[in-house]
């Protein structure tokens, strides 16, 4: 494999929790992003998929920069990105971008789009004169009708607002773009129209998407890579199609199989047991050990890391290589088996 | 097992031809313009559209919870015999978490925060069935254990707050489902829970209607995931029903343009596609309708008749299915297809 465009490696982001007003005492550490690796090739998307506190959004502010890491590195084209120079760090902000879940929130309410999309290129130091041509340019990329940009956000609708969003992500002609949830906040008939923006524009341009999201069925549509993430951790990497069909860590099968229509078969019927646990109180060893029904004592004590189980995936479990074997991977309970911790 | 959608005599809930309007200062809203379904005993109804469709507002007209400025102008809501839309507050108010429950999107807004568990689940059994709290409370803990609910001795005594939000939305379910309803609302219940906490309340959901053998109408704007766990489907956009049938026939031979590119532009599981069908255009804002049929400006296969007028009639199909849609116009086997003008 080539050299990737981004790579992470051994990233964290601990949180410290204090108690107490006056005089604040270190309780513990919130370890959103705990140690976690991969690769984004260049023209490629690679998703990162979790379910609500699994620290995927800390994932993204850790890359876009926004906040500084605990531990680990980030590299683009092979350059670490804490040893970057403040001007060089300018220019890793202009080559990776942000599109956010909410786009009514995402947009100045007071300015006009011509000056939303303009303002990265004035921060980035492009001449007056060459701002608007590049302002109107992008907004017709996006399909937004011309004019708008004389027009305030208020005007337009939640999937135009999300195509501004887009066309200020792209003013700057980044490598890579970091999608957090660019749909969910969108009606149902919109998305489509989003997503095919997204890929069009990826085909035409050659921009890498890091895309994440919940939705895994959206992330199958759009991704060549997956991550799974779950409480701060990947716990299983691989091809996309391959990581949906054929999931190999439990915790993927869950997801799986709770976003196939019932009636439906999953490739591996997996029991969905209990709630994802809050960060504060991670389990021991595995965090997905109270919730798998293959657990075995080990995975109460040590905490799997992730390894090559074939070509093109990862996966932080004890159940490979070795007991995946042993175990026939049909339902074990009902399911709907008992919830609550 | 498909029966005729329009045969209203074993129907727990017949609604016919509702409409609901919102008189506002800039003019009126037409959010529920002419909606007509059943719900038989122990079956699912799904509502499904997106927002503003029309079908929140369709449920509260159900329960006559309507927010200030809108009023039923027409139609009739006919549940057990009774028309709810002539029923006094007072017979409403016995109606209400007796004989039709509710359970919400968010649950932590649906519990009151300063009153325990307990007594949540509790008072609809100490109102309605004139219950002690002592053995109200007994009887809780069994609708806990009912809803899944680890250790219910416990919890009864917990504040909302030190639940997770799955428990929570389970124990709002035991609320709405305490005293035996013979329909339950369910708006959207699992939008605010996580994929996998989603699905396990999606399976609950369906076992406590085995076991006690209430009518559902669950209202979602999830076609694919959602929408399969219904025995049928009432598709709404701008305030109308613009397909309802048999959820089989709905989802793999839909008859409206709208439901049919609704089906397409959702990703799903395991397919391969390197485009999704996308719809053009926004949804409408029910203030400022286009004449004809409301999907018109947005769908492919317009014919001047869209355009203009009233929206199209119901066209009822061999199937037994009811869409509006001119291009159904051919295929009405009825006789008469529901009227479009207002009362």
Redesign the interface.
């Known amino acids: 494999m080539s050299e990737p465009l981004l790579e992470v490696r051994d990233l964290a982001k601990h949180f410290p929790l204090t108690r107490g007003l006056l005089k604040s005492t270190l309780v513990g550490h919130v370890k959103a992003v705990d140690g976690i690796s991969f690769g984004v090739q260049a023209g490629e998307t690679f998703a990162i998929v979790g379910e609500s506190g699994c620290g995927k959004t800390t994932l993204a502010n850790l890359i876009l920069g926004l906040l500084p890491p605990t531990g680990g590195e980030i590299l683009l084209h092979g350059r670490l990105i804490s040893q970057l120079s403040a001007a060089e760090f300018m220019a890793y902000r202009r080559s990776v971008a942000a599109v956010f879940q909410d786009p009514y929130g995402a947009l100045n309410p007071r300015m006009r789009v011509g000056d939303i999309v303009a303002e990265p290129l004035e921060i980035h130091g492009y001449a007056r004169a060459r701002r608007q041509p590049r302002v109107r340019e992008v907004l017709r990329s996006v399909g937004l009708p011309d004019g708008s940009e004389r027009r305030f956000p208020h005007e337009f609708s939640g999937g135009q607002k999300q195509r501004i969003g887009i066309a200020r992500a792209l003013a700057l002609e980044p490598q890579l773009i970091v999608l957090d949830e660019p749909v969910s906040s969108l009606d149902v008939s919109i998305r489509s129209q989003i997503l095919n923006l997204l890929k069009d524009l990826q085909q035409e341009l050659g921009i890498s998407y890091l895309l994440i999201s919940h939705d895994l069925a959206t992330v199958e549509h759009m991704s060549d890579w997956i991550g799974v993430m779950y409480l701060g951790k990947l716990v299983e990497v691989g091809r996309a199609k391959e990581v949906c069909r054929q999931p190999k860590h439990p915790y993927t099968a869950t997801l799986v199989a709770a976003a196939t229509p019932p009636g439906q078969m999953a490739p591996w019927e997996m029991p969905i047991v209990g709630e994802v646990p809050t960060l504060l109180e991670t389990p021991s060893g595995c965090g997905f050990h109270p919730r798998c029904p293959y657990a075995m004592p080990v995975c109460k004590r040590v905490t799997p890391s992730l390894v090559a189980v074939e070509d093109h995936r990862r996966v932080a479990c004890h159940l490979y290589p070795d007991v995946i074997h042993q175990i026939r991977l049909t339902p074990l309970t009902s399911p709907s088996s008992p919830g609550g911790r | 097992m498909v029966q005729m959608p329009n045969d209203s005599r074993q129907a727990l809930l017949d609604v016919r031809d509702l409409r609901t309007y919102f008189y506002m200062r800039r003019g009126v809203v037409k959010a529920v313009n002419g909606v007509s379904f059943q719900v038989r005993p122990g079956e699912t109804l799904g509502l499904v559209g997106?927002?503003g469709s029309g079908k929140t507002i369709t449920c509260l007209s159900i329960l006559r919870l309507l927010p200030r400025g809108a009023r039923i102008v027409g139609g009739h809501i006919r549940f057990q015999g009774q028309d709810l839309t002539l029923a006094s507050d007072s017979a409403m108010e016995t109606m209400r978490g007796k004989q039709i429950g509710m359970v919400l999107q968010n649950a932590m807004a649906a519990l009151d925060p300063v009153f325990t568990i307990g007594t949540q689940v509790g008072e609809p059994l100490v109102v309605h069935e004139k219950l002690t709290w002592k053995t109200a409370l007994r009887r809780v803990v069994d609708l806990l254990t009912m809803v899944?609910?680890?250790?219910p001795e416990l919890r009864i005594h917990n504040y909302p707050h030190e639940l997770?939000?799955?428990?929570r939305q389970?124990a709002a379910s035991a609320a709405a489902i305490g005293c035996r309803p013979a329909l339950l609302i369910a708006d959207e219940p699992t939008t605010a829970l996580?994929?996998?906490?989603?699905?396990?309340y999606?399976?609950?959901l369906?076992?406590l209607q085995r076991a006690t053998g209430m009518a559902i109408i669950f209202v979602t704007?999830?076609?694919?995931?959602v929408?399969?766990?219904c025995d049928r489907l009432a598709v709404f956009y701008g305030g109308l029903v613009v397909e309802y049938g048999a959820k089989e026939q709905v989802l793999t031979h839909p008859s409206h343009p709208y439901t049919e590119?609704?089906l397409q532009?959702?990703?799903?599981?395991?397919e391969?596609?390197?485009?999704?069908?996308?719809?053009?255009g926004?949804?409408p804002d029910l203030g400022r309708l286009p004449g004809g049929c409301p999907f018109h400006p947005?769908c492919d296969m317009a014919l001047e008749v869209c355009r203009t007028g009233e929206p199209p009639p119901a066209f009822e199909l061999a199937d037994g299915r009811r869409t509006r849609c001119w291009l159904r116009e051919p295929d009405h086997v009825g006789a008469i297809a529901g009227s479009t003008r207002p009362r």
Not at chain 2, 164 to 167: L, V
Not at chain 2, 194 to 200: K, S
Not at chain 2, 265 to 270: A, E, F, N, R, T
């Open positions: 997106e927002s899944k609910i680890v250790s997770s939000g799955g428990m389970r996580d994929v996998t906490t989603q699905r396990q999606l399976d609950l369906t076992e704007h999830d076609i694919s995931l929408g399969n766990m590119a609704l532009s959702v990703p799903k599981l395991g391969t596609r390197d485009r999704l069908r996308s719809i053009r926004d949804p947005r």
